[in-house]
């Protein structure tokens, strides 16, 4: 078109507008005036500076050709003809710079008519470009939010957050990289493309890639800090550069996911411009980084809490102010046997032993009225019948009406509890025992002593003397009676292993009390099988058993009694029974003829000397030697003894 | 004086029956033994004596159960008892406190001589 053709037209405009003081160069506004043939007049500062374009490139042509998206021609048209009929029209739309980059903005039209002709058109261009780009910044993080509080990990929160940040910046691609500290490197955790684009490629060689820190994303993790690649294609060290290539991308940025100083993963987005690099853009999405890095850590430490809850040998529980519980870690299973399932669908109490129930729902409603309740102890049921102790730590939250409890099993440190209070008890029993047994013997000395020096005649001396000297003999075989129970208890006592004649060792035990024998007048005799064989075992120990069954029988015998020894053989081993037709021991007594200081109820009837530790030493020595011991009696008749050794494997027949 | 005065000691083991029937003897006391707890028993009631010295671990009848039994019994209720025993257990001193006794003495911390002593000095208080 000729320019000259519209020169007056021009020049009437600006000269009106001078006229006004510049109401159109001044406007901050970008205004473009037209003729009725939609050719440049006039463009003002404002709009050479958002447009780029300079006013001399533009008069004289059609607007469209410099300005108007291909797409939005019809529009546009639109808009000028409304114009040129006399009507302003308004449009919120599109156009493009001269660098191709695309602006949002408000386009308002207004006819310009000289007396009642329409002869062009006046264009108002707002630049929307930030509050668009605040709209989008708006609604990407909104999106991000959403996607995050859908999601319980970052690998599910990815695609919403990549695709959310892509589409509201109009790029098409989108990739999330996660720090590997193990491997350390960066592996994919999802690849986002826009349908328009057909990137298969470029995805699958991103899915499948592992960055070093420096290497392609992980330059961003390297330097913890957003970079800018106006155009992957031209970079040689983009090393999917060929596959960006055929799926039409361009500029790239990328920007760290951070946890504290720490990077922890890598945000990279692409499209198919080539721009340079945009502050605005890495500004913006900072703070998605930010806050990408703030849900792994979250994610992560709930992870670490969720870990803690799965291996705790403790018992962890949340429950109810219903009485049931609402969550309870695998420990529960481990130590009473139930399945989840069935520890959840009955109320908590069902579990708790009888006797404890009372004791549990007092607990329980403290902890409703919110006081927390430490290291209370109740019985709980297991599944095989059996109760566990358990120690309760619970905190309640009456706002959610729930407790939450750390349960200990305490069972075996109540059984230690009980073992060592037992051990104390016979521990103080057996000392005070003892110093009884021990005292008695000392005051028989200590005072025939004191009669011994007050005595003047020297028989009498003589025999307060002859009293003390029993007494210490006495309290000596006391003393060494428990040396060889503290031996047999501890392990200590040594065994020696001899070439034994039974026969003869059993005969010299009885020539030993045939004093005591003769003094009661009982009859005493021994019987053994023919062929007896010449033991191994320890002969000491073995004739300390018999010496002292066969005291006992002398002892617990009415004068004038029959006592027996036979020696025999049975299934292996070696018999000896020691009989007698004594006194007998009651029945009560007889379980516990063998434990230590018990003494039969009908003992002190005959001797109160004793010490209840005769029989038991007895049991003690032959269980070391590897055999048991017996006792069959009938109060008033008389009682049987017998004991059985092993025949060691070389012994004699 | 305490010449004269009689005492009833029971007491199991021969040695130290022995030992105290003859040192309280020299003193002068009147002292008759009894070898076990029904033998104390049985003593105490045909003539209640000033004084029971009565040990508590004894064949047939315990010391605590003669202390009960005497106790029981209106004729021999008022009887003086010092328990004489080995034993410091304090279930064994609780129960023989609890039944009424004058005193409880450990007999291998005392020697003949203060025994006697205080013997002599609890009946010189009695009467």
Not at chain 1, 163 to 192: F, I, P, Y
Not at chain 1, 533 to 562: C, E, F, H, W
Not at chain 2, 56 to 72: F, Y
Request: a negative charge.
């Amino acid at each position: 078109m000729p320019r000259q053709a519209n020169t007056s037209l021009a020049l009437t405009i600006r000269e009106h507008d001078a006229a006004l003081g510049g109401l159109i160069r001044a406007n901050p506004l970008a205004i473009l005036v037209v003729d009725a043939h939609d050719r440049v007049q006039m463009v003002n500062p404002a709009f050479e500076a958002l447009f780029g374009f300079q006013e001399a490139e533009l008069v004289g042509h059609p607007i469209e050709a410099f300005i108007v998206p291909r797409d939005r021609a019809v529009e546009a048209a639109g808009l000028s003809r409304r114009g040129f009929d006399g009507q302003s029209a308004r449009s919120v739309t599109q156009r493009h710079r001269k660098d191709g980059s695309v602006v949002d903005i408000d386009l308002t039209v207004v006819p310009l008519a000289t007396g009642s002709e329409t002869v062009g058109a006046y264009g108002i261009f707002r630049d929307l470009t930030e509050q668009k780009r605040a709209e989008r910044q708006l609604r990407a993080q909104y999106a991000v939010v959403e996607a995050l509080a859908n999601s319980s990990t970052i690998e599910g929160a990815a695609s919403w957050v990549l695709r959310s940040v892509a589409e509201a910046l109009h790029w098409q691609v989108g990739v999330m990289w996660l720090v590997d500290k193990t491997a350390n490197e960066l592996r994919c955790v999802d690849c986002w493309c826009a349908p328009e684009i057909d990137a298969t490629q470029f995805e699958q060689e991103t899915r499948q890639g592992r960055f070093a820190p420096g290497v392609g994303p992980g330059r961003t993790w390297a330097m913890a800090h957003p970079s800018w690649i106006s155009d992957v294609t031209s970079e040689p060290a983009f090393s999917r550069r060929a596959s960006a290539l055929g799926a039409g991308l361009h500029a790239a940025f990328s920007l760290p996911m951070m946890l504290d100083n720490e990077v922890v993963g890598v945000l990279e987005f692409f499209t198919r411009a080539i721009l340079e690099s945009d502050d605005q853009i890495l500004r913006m999405f900072a703070a998605l980084g930010q806050q990408l890095g703030a849900f792994v850590g979250r994610t992560r430490a709930q992870e670490q809490i969720e870990r803690f809850f799965t291996m705790s040998g403790d018992l962890l529980c949340i429950a109810g102010f219903d009485g049931y519980f609402t969550r309870i870690n695998e420990s529960w299973h481990r130590t009473l046997g139930y399945t989840t399932s069935e520890l959840m669908s009955c109320p908590l109490m069902d579990f708790v032993h009888q006797e404890d129930r009372e004791a549990t729902r007092t607990m329980f409603a403290d902890l409703m009225r919110g006081v927390p309740i430490q290291a209370f102890e109740n019985r709980y049921r297991c599944k095989d019948g059996t109760y566990r102790w358990l120690s309760w730590t619970a905190t309640p939250k009456p706002d959610e009406r729930l407790v939450y409890a750390v349960v200990h099993d305490a069972t075996t440190r109540k059984r230690l509890e009980h073992q060592t209070h037992e051990t104390m008890k016979m521990r103080n029993d057996f000392v005070s025992f003892v110093t009884h047994q021990l005292r008695t013997p000392l005051s028989g000395i200590k005072w025939m002593l004191e009669l011994a020096a007050d005595a003047a005649d020297s028989a009498e001396k003589a025999s307060y003397i002859g009293d003390a000297h029993e007494s210490a003999n006495r309290l000596i075989r006391l003393v060494n009676d428990l040396l060889d129970v503290s031996r047999l208890e501890s392990g200590k006592l040594q065994v020696t292993i001899e070439p034994v004649r039974l026969r003869d060792m059993t005969d010299a035990v009885v020539d030993e009390v045939a004093t005591l024998v003769r003094e009661k007048r009982h009859v005493l005799d021994v019987e053994s099988i023919p062929d007896l064989p010449v033991a191994m075992l320890d002969g000491q120990l073995t004739r300390q058993v018999i010496l002292n069954l066969v005291s006992n029988a002398i002892k617990y015998t009415p004068p004038g009694g029959r006592i027996a020894i036979r020696i025999g053989r049975e299934d292996g081993s070696l018999r000896w029974s020691i009989q007698d037709n004594g006194i007998g021991v009651p029945p009560a007594s007889q379980k516990r003829l063998f434990e230590k200081f018990f003494r039969a109820e009908n003992a002190h009837t005959v001797d109160t000397e004793g010490t209840g530790l005769g029989l038991y030493l007895v049991r003690l020595i032959v269980e070391r030697l590897g055999g048991r011991i017996a006792c069959e009696s009938e109060e008033g008749r008389g009682t049987i003894f017998y004991f059985m050794l092993p025949l060691a494997a070389g012994d004699q027949t | 004086m305490t010449v004269g005065k009689s005492i009833l000691l029971a007491e199991d083991d021969r040695f130290l029956r022995r030992a105290c029937e003859t040192k309280l003897k020299q003193a002068g006391f009147e002292v008759r033994v009894a070898v076990d707890g029904e033998e104390a028993l049985t003593f105490a009631r045909e003539k209640a004596p000033d004084l029971l010295l009565l040990d508590l671990l004894m064949p047939r009848r315990d010391g605590l159960s003669v202390l009960a039994e005497l106790r029981r019994d209106v004729a021999t209720r008022a009887i003086p008892v010092v328990i004489m025993s080995n034993s410091s257990r304090d279930l064994e001193r609780q129960k023989a406190s609890t039944l009424g006794v004058v005193d409880y003495w450990i007999k291998s911390n005392l020697s003949l001589q203060e025994l006697c002593d205080r013997v002599s000095q609890l009946l010189r208080a009695e009467t």
